[in-house]
């Protein structure tokens, strides 16, 4: 036996162990510090995507549990508001310690509920408690304002915690998703509800377990399963709720501002993307390729920052998209705890249908399959890495987010024809660009309609830095200071030095009943 079939073995091991001891007794919600059924008793039935057999059986909530869960949160509030920031930051900490100490089975428990292969699911534990690190560090300072002396004032601002949030997450990578939401919510004085994806239930039920463990008092931190049009939709609705934390679809966010607006409630949404990497002529090519293959083929391809779009110069447009063709003929589709796996099965039967559409769209639109385009096996959602050549901006496969592993390859001619295509999409979220002339690189970054560039670079990240889309790809920051400014309200305090006049009204001569007043 090979070190890593020994090693898939052994996590295969892990999850039986884990589905006997924890998965076969259900998934409950978690309100007010209790486990809990629902309240009407529904349960739904979650699959792994490996094979599509029954996982667990999940509670469903409906809008009685979004209820509850919110009246928790809420009397939790008036209590964790003022808990002292550096107590905060203890707390978080232990999060992120026992996160780290239960790192394996949060891994193998992803990888088998979404399908993502376990070299990605181990780094994504990782950056969980790396985020509530992060924030731990930052929730003393988190109600920190400025100083704004005025003429016979002195102004100070203060930032408050919002109140009771709701937090909406999507099943492409929902633990560390999770955590990158609900940690600053916490560090902020916030409390929260969650409402993880109906897909991918069980990390977030792991994530419950360990802040219960790490001290967070009752009713900080609540969760309700279920599905997106009666939990979620109740918990967008909900009157004491103060604001949404939204990642997931485009057109899901548009339902939640809707859902949202007589509550008037604050939004932040994290969406959709079709993000161009652009490859010029005079690149490192070499690097330029692994950037490329690795941020449409790694997580699936299920990953909102994917480079689905590939734009590259004429003149190297061949070679290279033979060469990511090459590339993508080699990756290992296969069992998600296989640590040699690269890719595993697409989350869902649905979204593994709404892939493989793509492929016919693709033949039907007169673009080439130069690699890949079907399914492997017989079962499972697994399809090959693909690679689409010969294509067009404004072919579906280059407009729409397809969220799998699939590349659409469109040449082009120069600067100002690569920034067109770029730009030509209703999404926004991300842009990556490999040139060696720096001063192209600076020009085209800045006309490039997207949230976040990466220069000769693929995705990495530096939690301080601004996360988030423009267009259609999402509303809002994340990161550092800028995820406290959407999970806190920034209040002004004005204190007069006693040198300004006030102007006095009503001194003056009342005027007799009936008399005119001038102006009349
Ligand atoms: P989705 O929008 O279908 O579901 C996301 C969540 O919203 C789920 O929990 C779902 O139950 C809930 N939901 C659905 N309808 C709702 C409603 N009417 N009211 C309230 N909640 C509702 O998204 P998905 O298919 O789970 O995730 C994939 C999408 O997420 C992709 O478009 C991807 O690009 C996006 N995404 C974006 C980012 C980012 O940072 N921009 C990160 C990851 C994923």
């Known amino acids: 036996m090979t070190q890593a079939n020994a090693a898939a073995a052994a996590n295969h091991d892990l999850v039986q162990q884990l589905r006997d001891s924890r998965l076969n007794n259900g998934l409950k919600h978690f309100i007010g510090g209790q486990w809990v059924d629902g309240q009407a008793g529904k349960t739904f039935d979650t699959h792994s995507p490996v094979d599509n057999a029954f996982l667990a059986k999940v509670a469903e909530g ?25 107590e905060r930051r203890k707390i978080l900490h232990r999060v992120a310690d026992l996160i780290e100490k239960r790192s394996q089975e949060i891994a193998v428990l992803e990888s088998t509920d979404t399908g993502q292969a376990i070299r990605f699911m181990k780094s994504a534990a990782a950056r969980g408690a790396e985020n509530f690190r992060f924030y731990a560090d930052r929730a003393p300072a988190a109600q920190d304002g400025q100083s704004l002396p005025a003429p016979g004032f002195i102004n100070y601002s203060m930032r408050q915690p919002i109140g009771p949030v709701g937090v909406i997450t999507p099943w492409n990578t929902p633990f560390m998703l999770s955590t990158w939401k609900i940690a600053p919510a916490l ?109 449409i083929y790694s997580l699936n391809g299920e990953r909102c920052t994917s480079s689905s779009r590939v734009l590259i110069q004429e003149g190297i447009y061949d070679e290279f998209t033979r060469r990511i063709a090459e590339r993508a003929a080699k990756i290992r589709v296969g069992d998600p705890l296989d640590p040699d796996t690269e890719i595993g099965p697409l989350a869902h039967p649905r979204h593994f249908d709404k892939v493989m559409s793509y492929f016919d769209k693709a033949k039907e639109e007169g673009a080439t399959i130069a690699e890949g385009g079907v399914r492997v096996g017989d079962s499972g959602n697994f ?62 970054a800045h006309g490039l309609e997207a949230g976040m560039i990466w220069v000769n670079s693929e995705n990495v990240r530096h939690l301080p830095t601004p996360f988030g889309g423009v267009k259609n790809s999402g509303i809002g920051r994340d990161g550092g200071d800028y995820s406290f400014e959407f999970y806190m309200e920034t209040k002004n305090i004005a204190i007069s030095l006693g040198t300004h006049k006030t102007a006095r009204l009503g001194v003056g001569q009342a005027p007799a009943v009936g008399q005119k007043e001038a102006g009349e």
């Not at 009397?75 to 508001?81: G, I, L, M, S, V």
């Not at 729409?400 to 082009?412: D, K, M, Q, S, W």
Request: with cysteine.
């Open 62 to 86: 409906d809008a009685q549990d979004i209820d509850r869960a919110a009246r928790a949160a809420h009397d939790a509030f008036q209590t964790w508001r003022e808990v002292s920031g550096a």
């Open 187 to 295: 560090a902020a004085g916030c409390t929260v509800v969650h409402k993880p994806a109906e897909w991918s239930p069980v990390s977030a039920t792991l994530l419950a377990e360990i802040m219960d463990e790490a001290g967070l008092p009752k009713g900080v931190h609540n969760l309700v399963h279920g599905f997106g049009e009666s939990a979620g939709k109740a918990l967008t609705e909900h009157p004491l709720i103060k604001a949404i934390a939204f990642v997931g679809e485009t057109t899901t966010g548009s339902h939640i501002m809707r859902q949202g607006a007589d509550t008037l409630k604050r939004v932040h949404f994290e969406l959709g993307g079709k993000n161009p990497v652009v490859v010029f002529d005079d690149a490192d090519l070499d690097k330029a390729l692994d950037a490329v293959v690795f941020m």
């Open 383 to 444: 399809v090959r890495p693909t690679l689409f050549t010969g294509a067009r901006n404004d072919m579906r496969i280059a407009q729409e987010e397809i969220f799998g592993p699939v590349l659409t390859a469109i040449p082009f001619a120069d600067e100002a024809d690569a920034l067109a295509l770029a730009n030509d999409v209703k999404y926004g979220l991300a842009g990556y660009l490999w040139t060696n002339d720096v001063t192209r690189a600076h020009r085209f």
